[in-house]
């Protein structure tokens, strides 16, 4: 499992998501993942290995190396990289129950043919009702998972530059003693490059924010004054709701429980309406 | 064979798991095999190299680094790993031999459709509920094993900056500073951490099969 693994994992997602998460979605990946692969990590490589401190002192680089660089850069945009993508799966699992459960009414309703399966598969959901809200939490997510690197690494390193020269004087150095950091420029040239690059997913995230909001509520404006428009699932298209419902009532006597509690629980799956709760 | 690999397998098991299951083994491969691949490998990588001890007598370093470091971190963790998502195989075999009991069938002369048979998912129920609860409870022995090991080789989960050594041939008490501990601590909580909330999860998938196990009989007799 590695990047492209993510990759692959995350590109299903890809199809649920609005214009402005696909955009973000390839700044990630091009801009930030791909950087610090095919870069990054050849510039931090030798970190370790060409730290050097002026002193003979056996141990005195280690330590001084680990009081300057508790974590390394290239670890926490890993790390960031990793748990700025994942709330999108939230969304996936989201959709993958919602497909769930248009296949089950499908079978119910007599439509459970292969031909209709492969295109509950294929079809885009409509990011509305309870996937709005998941959407938007992995919006909200995001956000606050990439502000709170952004603020780790202004708290590890002041400032996000990489400074030339760092004086040391923890056991086992004998005195105050000079270290030299390997490549400091650039070091910080990518280091302000990837805080650009996380300002602007940022500003893509909140703008992707904004336009869920504002689109809902326009639904929902439109919908109050146009009730007659109300949207179905997208099976709603395609069965007459007096069909639908003769369908269902047949069901419901036939059936035993357990599909009474799913249909009741469920009220949605018989006609999904834009409803913005939100607004 | 690498963890490209175990995923294809692991990727089939899945078909047949519970929701709790399914989001186990997400949060099994992003946020641990794909930390440790990604960033923990690189961090342990200099590891016996920069273990740095203040004495020039050979072999000193060796065996300080040998007394200290018995199996490494990235080691265990990929052992771990490689037990905790094996018995999910238990459940493969289990599917493909149920798959395979009604082929026969069907080459005996019972109507049968294969295409269906080849993609229709198992439910939990029976001797697969066996199974599944056996995997599952293997896998929250095998994570608690695991803790408890590095528990016990490690005097809990903090790397020490500096270690006193006065093992053979070292000539008397000696200091051996080890690399990255700041890092190593971080990444050690963090795997303990994901470990930690697998466990959680394999608990709640356990309650969750059993508690639907005995509603099933209940609500047959209302």
Not at chain 1, 46 to 61: L, R, S
Not at chain 1, 161 to 187: G, H, W
Not at chain 2, 114 to 138: A, D, Q, V
Not at chain 2, 164 to 189: L, Q
Request: charged share 20%; aromatic share 12%; net charge positive.
């Amino acid at each position: 499992m590695n990047w492209a693994g993510l990759y692959t994992v995350l590109s299903g997602v890809n199809r649920h998501s609005t214009a402005i998460g696909r955009i973000w979605l390839s700044v990630i990946f091009i801009f930030r993942i791909m950087v610090l692969v095919v870069a990054a990590e050849s510039v931090w490589g030798d970190e370790k290995a060409a730290f050097t401190c002026n002193t003979q002192q056996p141990g005195c680089n280690s330590v001084c190396y680990d009081h300057f660089f508790p974590i390394s850069h290239i670890r926490l945009w890993a790390l960031q990289l990793i748990l700025v993508t994942t709330p999108a799966l939230l969304v996936a699992m989201h959709v993958a129950y919602q497909q769930h459960q248009e296949k089950k009414l499908l079978v119910l309703t007599g439509h459970g043919d292969p031909k209709h399966m492969e295109e509950v598969k294929k079809h885009k959901m409509r990011i509305s009702g309870s996937l709005w809200w998941t959407y938007v939490c992995s919006v909200v997510f995001r956000l606050l998972f990439e502000a709170v690197f952004m603020y780790i690494f202004y708290m590890l390193y002041p400032g996000y530059q990489m400074l030339r020269l760092v004086k040391c004087e923890a056991y086992p150095c004998p005195n105050i003693v000079d270290c030299f950091i390997s490549r400091p420029t650039e070091k910080t040239i990518f280091t302000v490059f990837m805080l650009v690059t996380s300002s602007v997913c940022i500003v893509l995230n909140m703008a992707e924010l904004v336009y869920l909001v504002v689109r809902a509520c326009a639904r929902r404006g439109q919908h109050n004054s146009n009730p007659s428009s109300g949207k179905s699932s997208f099976y709603g298209h395609k069965l007459s709701s007096e069909y639908k419902q003769n369908e269902i009532n047949q069901l419901l006597t036939e059936q035993d429980g357990s599909l009474k509690d799913m249909l009741r629980r469920n009220p949605g799956l018989q006609e999904k309406g834009d409803r913005c709760s939100a607004c | 064979m690498d963890w490209g690999s175990l995923q294809a397998i692991l990727g089939g098991v899945n078909k047949h798991s519970t929701s709790i299951g399914k989001i186990w083994l997400t949060v099994l491969f992003i946020f641990r095999i794909m930390i440790l691949v990604v960033a923990a490998e690189r961090v342990w990588g200099d590891e016996q190299q920069d273990f740095v001890c203040n004495t020039l007598q050979p072999g000193c370093r060796n065996v300080c680094y040998d007394h200290f470091f018995p199996i490494s971190h990235i080691r265990l963790w990929a052992l771990q790993l490689i037990f905790v998502s094996t018995p999910a195989l238990l459940v493969a075999m289990h599917v493909a031999y149920t798959r395979h009991e009604k082929k026969r069938r069907f080459r005996n002369g019972e109507k049968i459709d294969i295409e269906e048979l080849k993609n229709e998912k198992m439910h939990i129920r029976g001797p697969l509920w066996w199974t599944y609860t056996s995997s599952i409870f293997f896998r929250i022995v095998f994570e608690a094993v695991f803790m408890y090991v590095f528990y016990y080789m490690y005097d809990g989960y903090q790397m020490p900056r500096l270690m006193k050594c006065s093992a053979w041939p070292c000539p008397n008490i000696v200091d051996c500073f080890v690399s990255r501990p700041t890092e190593k601590t971080t990444f050690t909580i963090f795997m303990l951490a994901v470990s930690g909330i697998c466990m959680v999860l394999n608990v709640a998938e356990l309650c969750y099969l059993v508690i639907k196990i005995c509603m099933k009989p209940s609500r047959k007799t209302t």
